[in-house]
């Protein structure tokens, strides 16, 4: 594998400093079907999804974070609705968060679409 | 050695996604209201599994449980293992992602953990948080 080792990239006109671009990037992304047989359509860095009970899922990292600090974001929808989906990080772990799935009535539900990012320093 | 994020990402670019056959239901012993959890493989991390020279040895990950926040990680620098048959890789997985306190810990009557075929996971969610590891008696031989 090669290795540019450069400290801006440039298309010409916009240039931005190599560490905006490292830093400010997923370092995991899931996306998975919550609902019936729950199944990872894709991702990034991820080794497994837990589906812990109704609208409630956590995923782990195959590379840890370096601290407890990161940063999870997530959307969800099911068909003919949008939900809100609620990400959390744990506090006690560096490669665990975790998502609920809230519908219009504020009950847990399942979504047929759930989507997770992670942002954050790599161990 | 080269960084275990960048050695995911170019297998992700280089390997077909794996669905497992297999999936792992688990209770949680400090919990035992709250449902069965059923842990889903993802199918890229199963793909670099199967490959082999992608994922660090599981002990990296049991080792690195014990280093406190903010401290330098063993895993993403470890060398990386060979091939796994895809047994051996949910063994790796209940070891790296599930709570010892469940695979290793639990010392009770009751069967908190099973790894299952895919198709023995109910569909029908209804219920979803009633689900129970379905407790089997153990034949008594003379």
Redesign the interface.
Known sequence: ?STLNVANISDGADTVETGYVVNGSA?AW?N?NG??????R?????????????GTYSY?V???F???NFSCQGTSHAVGAAWMLSPQTLADS?STARFYVVNSAVG?S?ASQCDGTIQGD?? | M?????R???A?SRLA?V?SKYRVLFENPSDME??A?????????MAAALAGNV?PPIDTYLR?QNVP??Q??E??YAEPVGPMTEEEAIEY?VK??ISPQVWRDYNGNRTIMKIVP?EL?P?E?NF??A?KIKQIEEEITA
């Open positions: 594998m370092k899931v998975f609902t019936g047989t729950v199944a990872i894709d991702s990034l860095n991820v080794s497994s999804l837990t589906d812990g009970g109704a782990t195959s590379n840890s370096a601290n407890t560096t847990a399942d790599l161990a | 080269t960084h275990l994020w960048d995911l990402a170019e992700k996604p669905q709250a449902p959890s059923v842990l889903v493989p993802d199918p890229n991390w994922l690195d926040d903010g330098p990680k895993h993403p997985l790296k992602d895919v996971i569909t969610r979803r948080n689900w």
